[in-house]
């Protein structure tokens, strides 16, 4: 075969490949169609794109290690640089409703027998990428697997002027997720997060054997740091989004190499993550999927919303995602863990009474010790209890069934916290279960915080599982499950045999987990499920692609809320993303309104004490929540927008605004503790013709001044700790 160009995609997202059969294929640029180099008319061009590009899927083993380069960057390895390509398949079919185009691209290492097929995806006429990996032992002897890339992009720096360095010129967006803060994005240059060009390509050298890391291991896949990030030129407003999908260990690179960038994102690894992967004659191994927004404009906020198109387009269907329920949860602020009885039933009175949906008993329901007995480490006695799933009859004396009863009078759908990953130390079931159903290294039975993991690769973990959710489904008849997850297990399990890598292990389990979750929707198809890890601690599309709620934090201070609901859409879908509404008695009517507001533009989880309101106070969470009901049909197809940039923590204005399919945008804005009163909001994308209206606020009336030719608006909220919602729609009577 002599060595090709290869042109695939779309429009706005297509790949310019090199395919050589005395070499790896490689992929040389991607981008918008128009913009790719022409090889026939740009031969020199792609001449040097060459040189810079790395295979299309890197791969490390034992015994083989890099070329051509050291340190700790997982490019250049020796099995990548002898792979063959050997063919390549296009195919175009459809996939709910909508044409999907597939490339596998396919190649070979004689050495070891290893066969790597590259796979890449297109939903329509999208600008996101989906990619992986995918490899198979062909030879005659084992291959022990240290590093896969799911997706390899270099010369991502192709686009810039001669005159502007890459240190300089692309700047990167990153975010830490601390529990409670989540989605703290921060944008610097490469060179401000220590990627320098150092000069020495001249020299015959590779580059500085230097990276920009960022790594995730264990099973809490954001704990640190969100599965995402970006890469933008500023001066133009190109911008690559990247996400890993993957429930559990990942990492992510950029590195310099020949003068230009690369970057390469995969799911566990052996050295950040005890991962290894042995490969018998004729077995294989499947990556982890990533998907990649890349726009050639609009910077950050344009690649988010191709990425938020994708996150709906590639997620399991489900009715919740079309009614949005509002969702009453017992635990914030509210019972926090010691439900009972006497403590639900006025509760269940209140929160129907200001129009909740779906009432949730959070965790607690199945505790048989004192209410606030305090265990090790400060938490509940029944912490290193649960496992068993059965209601506490000293909580409920007339049993559970009779406060599920009330719930359903009270005209709404009951709910259950479940946490089912986990087993306490101390319940019956760590006894009846074989060890095998558990995480283990070297033999012993792993314990964090006093829970021992469940393994959902055997099948006794799954069986017991299953039981314990139809059982509640059927006994009680819930329609709505919160399933939590409140440890970080580490590195992983060496297996039922002890035979396998941590990293390996965990990832097995993270994939049975999914299939798990597929399966108990399979079952109950209309049942509700949340995600919660911990608050925001597993925000990966992995969960969020098979979940139709999802729970972003645990923040209980409602004047730092706004923050992370503001930035939310990032990473979840408003229709998906759940903020908490925890209206208590000592809040003022402003500051009832920021805490209403931070939940109107995604999912509303009210908690609280609505039972011990005033019968004002009651008024303006029944007003917020009938405001709400008029126009959450239009989440679903929204689009976010951050007109004041994206939240910092301490930001005393924030704004984050929900554009509709029909045009509406719904603008949510905070005021908080030493922020001056009033503040202009650019608007760019307002019709002249659109006017501000309040949709919902609480305490002093707002002032809203539209700028019509400056496409701003210029508010006024009097009170510190204090918001508003305010709808743009196409006439003044919407």
């Not at 079919?93 to 590259?118: K, N, S």
Request: hydrophobic fraction near 40%; charged fraction near 20%; include cysteine.
């Amino acid at each position: 075969m002599p060595v090709t160009h290869l042109r695939w995609g779309n429009d706005a997202l297509s790949l310019l490949l090199l395919l050589d059969p005395t070499g790896p294929a490689r992929l040389l640029a991607a981008g918008e169609v128009a913009s790719l180099p022409d090889p026939e008319h740009e031969p020199e061009h792609c001449a040097g794109l060459t040189q810079q590009a790395l295979p299309l899927v890197e791969v490390q083993t034992a015994g083989s290690g890099r070329l051509g380069t050291s340190g700790k960057r997982h490019v250049d390895g020796a099995v990548a640089r002898g792979l063959r390509y050997t063919g390549h398949e296009e195919e175009r079919g459809r996939l709910d409703g909508m044409g999907v185009r597939t490339l596998r691209v396919r190649m070979a290492d004689e050495a070891t027998g290893l066969h790597v097929t590259a796979a890449y995806s297109l939903r329509g006429e999208s600008a996101v990428l989906r990619a992986e990996a995918h490899v198979e032992n062909r030879g005659a002897l084992p291959v022990t697997l240290e590093y896969v890339s799911s997706f390899v992009l270099s010369n991502l720096a192709w686009q810039l002027p001669d005159s502007e360095r890459w240190e300089d010129g692309l700047s990167l967006w990153l975010a830490a997720n601390p529990w409670s803060g989540e989605f703290r994005w921060s944008r610097a240059t490469l060179a401000e997060r220590g990627l320098h060009d150092v000069g020495m390509v001249p020299f015959g050298q590779t580059g500085s054997k230097n990276r920009i890391a960022v790594t995730s291991t264990g099973s809490w896949s954001s704990s640190e740091h969100l599965p995402m990030g970006c890469l933008e030129n500023p001066a133009t407003g190109r911008a690559l989004v990247w996400q890993i999908e993957h429930n559990g260990s990942w990492h992510a690179e950029l590195g310099d190499r020949f003068g230009d960038v690369y970057l390469a994102l995969s799911g566990p690894t052996d050295r950040e993550h005890q991962w290894r992967r042995p490969l018998g004659p004729g077995e294989a191994f499947r990556t982890v999927p990533v998907s990649v927004a890349l726009v050639p404009n609009g910077g950050f906020e344009a690649a988010i919303a191709a990425m938020t198109d994708h996150r709906r387009a590639t997620r399991r269907p489900h009715p919740d995602q079309a009614h949005l329920p509002v969702v009453f949860n017992d635990f914030m602020n509210s019972l926090m863990g010691e439900p009972s009885t006497q403590a639900l039933l006025p509760l269940i009175d209140a929160a129907a009474a200001v129009g909740a949906e779906y009432f949730c008993i959070d965790a607690g329901w199945y505790d048989t010790e004192p209410p606030g007995s305090v265990g090790p480490g400060g938490v509940p006695g029944w912490w290193d209890a649960v496992g068993e799933w059965t209601e506490s009859h000293t909580r409920f004396p007339g049993g559970l069934k009779e406060v599920v009863d009330r719930i359903r009078a009270a005209g709404m759908v009951p709910g259950l916290w479940l946490e089912p990953e986990v087993v306490g130390v101390r319940s019956p079931v760590a006894a009846t279960l074989p060890d095998e159903a558990f995480f283990r290294r070297d033999g012993v039975r792993l314990v964090e915080w006093g829970r021992h993991q469940l393994d959902l690769r055997h099948p006794a973990a799954r069986a017991h599982l299953d039981a314990v959710v139809d059982r509640l489904v059927h006994d009680y008849g819930v329609g709505y499950l919160k399933l939590d997850y409140n440890i970080d297990i580490g590195p992983g399990t060496d297996g039922p045999e002890g035979t396998d890598s941590p990293g390996n292990g965990l990832l097995g389990h993270n994939r049975a987990y999914l299939d798990w979750l597929d399966g108990l929707l399979d079952r109950h198809p209309t049942l509700v499920v949340e995600s919660c890890a911990a608050g925001g601690s597993r925000t990966d599309h992995a969960v969020l692609s098979r979940l139709p709620i999802h729970s972003v934090t645990d923040q209980q201070d409602f004047r730092l809320l706004p923050a992370v609901a503001a930035a939310a859409p990032t990473a979840v879908t408003p229709e998906q993303g759940a903020i908490w509404a925890y209206p208590l008695p000592a809040h003022t009517h402003a500051e009832l309104g920021m805490v209403m507001v931070s939940a109107l533009l995604g999912r509303v989880h009210l908690s609280g004490r609505p039972d011990l309101l005033t019968q004002d106070q009651l008024t303006v969470v029944r007003r917020a929540l009938d405001t709400y009901k008029t126009y959450r049909h239009l989440l679903p197809g929204a689009t976010p927008r951050w007109p004041l940039g994206l939240p910092g923590w301490r930001d005393g204005w924030l704004a984050l605004g929900l554009t509709a399919a029909d045009g509406t945008t719904l603008l949510a804005l905070w005021r908080r503790d030493g922020a001056p009163s009033a503040a202009t909001v650019p608007l760019p994308w307002i019709p002249e013709q659109q006017r501000p209206r309040a949709l919902f606020q609480s305490g002093p009336q707002p002032t809203l001044d539209w700028d019509r030719s400056g496409r701003a608006l210029r508010v006024v909220l009097p009170a510190e700790r204090s918001a508003v919602l305010v709808a743009f729609a196409r006439n003044e009577k919407e």
